[in-house]
């Protein structure tokens, strides 16, 4: 990111002011495996990446809180003092539904001057909305002196993007890129926010992100239907063991009941949390002792759960998978974040990264007729200041 021309749009747009603007950045995420386990309160393994969202802020005396982006046209500005309100799909949500927060929380906003950039591709599942909505969070903390702590500023993030954002997402996104670290992905519990940073060692090997570059049209609503099925799946559970997530059942007392899930469609999503769980707590433990085949096979495991149990990958993110899967050195293969479009993340030998890339690609051109886009996924740090 050239922040240097970042800094004259923004004093194109603001002015010099009295006081010099800061810069902040929050990575956007890839997810290792473990999809749709967060609302269930299941476990996941993310990590945050190079790319991400960097604000460029300044508090300002007039009592007006202005933000425009880099990225999209428009520009905002509503007085502080004044109720936050949605605006339409725009997305001047995202740190609108975090100021809106601060305010949930008793604390009075004054005026500031932001302007977003991101190098995220939107739409791509990385979590660019994630990412603008800690950044928001991280800043806003810095300019009320909020002193909140930054999983507070992930909970709040995360919520809204629940109420300004209309989307029922787990706490995945935010809390990867919120607490993500170098070379670390985290293996979080989703229920209870128990978290630890495992090392991702992949000696000769690499993380490939690919993108469809589909457009992920109706993905909001599919995903907030798999949000409403999973809770009749628990409904349905309940009767059996006292619990209130599907995250809470083993494999083998799901096994035993799912007959009583007699809907086939709420059964195989069930089947796909479940065993998704179970997925993440078997890479996480072939990660630490370098079983990179081992982890590879769950990756692909867990592509085939997702597209055939929950039904949210489609024909792009499958032949995407598919393509990769026949190259030699691609240990393993699957969508990453909510699916519908988006990307996949493969791990990959280094020595075989540009025929895997040569190969996919044609091979994926050819097939849907799409050029796919590919990034060597490194694994960074989380928000920060960063000037
Ligand atoms: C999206 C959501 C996350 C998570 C993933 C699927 O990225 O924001 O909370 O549910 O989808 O794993």
Request: hydrophobic share 40%.
């Amino acid at each position: 990111m050239d922040l240097n021309r970042l800094k004259e749009r923004f004093v194109s747009l603001y002015g010099n002011g009295n006081n010099k603007p800061s810069v902040f950045f929050a990575p956007g995420r890839v997810n290792l495996i473990g999809e749709h386990t967060d609302y269930n309160g299941g476990y996941v393994f993310p990590c945050a990446l190079q790319y991400g969202t960097y604000l460029i802020a300044r508090k300002n005396t007039d009592g007006i809180i202005r933000m425009a982006s880099m990225n999209f046209p428009g520009e905002l500005a509503v007085p502080s003092s004044k109720p936050l309100e949605k605006q339409g799909d725009h997305w001047f949500n995202y740190p609108l539904g975090v100021l809106d927060q601060f305010v949930k929380k008793g604390f009075v906003l004054h005026g500031m001057e932001m302007l977003f950039a991101g190098d995220i591709p939107n739409g791509s599942g990385l979590s660019s909305s994630a990412s603008i909505e800690v950044v928001t969070a991280f800043t806003v903390n810095e300019f009320l002196s909020a002193d909140l702590d930054l999983i507070e500023l992930i909970k709040m993030s995360q919520e809204a993007e629940h109420a300004f954002a209309g989307v029922n997402c787990g706490i995945m996104d935010q809390f990867a890129v919120g607490m993500g670290e170098k070379n670390h992905a985290v293996f979080l519990n989703c229920h209870t926010l128990e978290y630890k940073l495992v090392p991702v060692l992949l000696p000769g090997y690499c993380l490939i992100v690919a993108n469809t570059n589909k457009k992920r049209g109706l993905a909001d609503s599919k995903y907030n239907e798999r949000v409403a099925e999973c809770n009749e799946a628990v409904n349905l559970m309940k009767l059996h063991f006292g619990i209130d997530r599907l995250g809470e059942m083993s494999f083998m007392q799901f096994f035993k009941f799912q007959d009583s899930i007699a809907d086939p469609v709420i059964r195989k999503r069930a089947r796909h949390v479940i065993s998704e769980n179970q997925r993440v707590l078997n890479a996480v433990s072939c990660l630490l002792k370098s079983d990179l085949i081992g982890f590879g096979a769950l990756m692909n495991a867990s592509h085939e759960s997702l597209r055939d149990n929950y039904e949210v990958t489609g024909k792009e993110l499958d032949t995407l998978v598919d393509e990769a899967q026949q190259i030699n050195g691609t240990l393993g293969a699957r969508m990453t974040g909510a699916g519908f479009g988006g990307c996949t993340v493969n791990l990959v030998k280094e020595s075989a990264i540009e025929e895997f890339m040569e190969k996919v690609g044609k091979g994926y051109r050819k097939r849907i007729g799409l050029e796919a886009t590919f990034y060597k996924g490194e694994i960074s740090d989380g928000v920060r200041k960063i000037q």
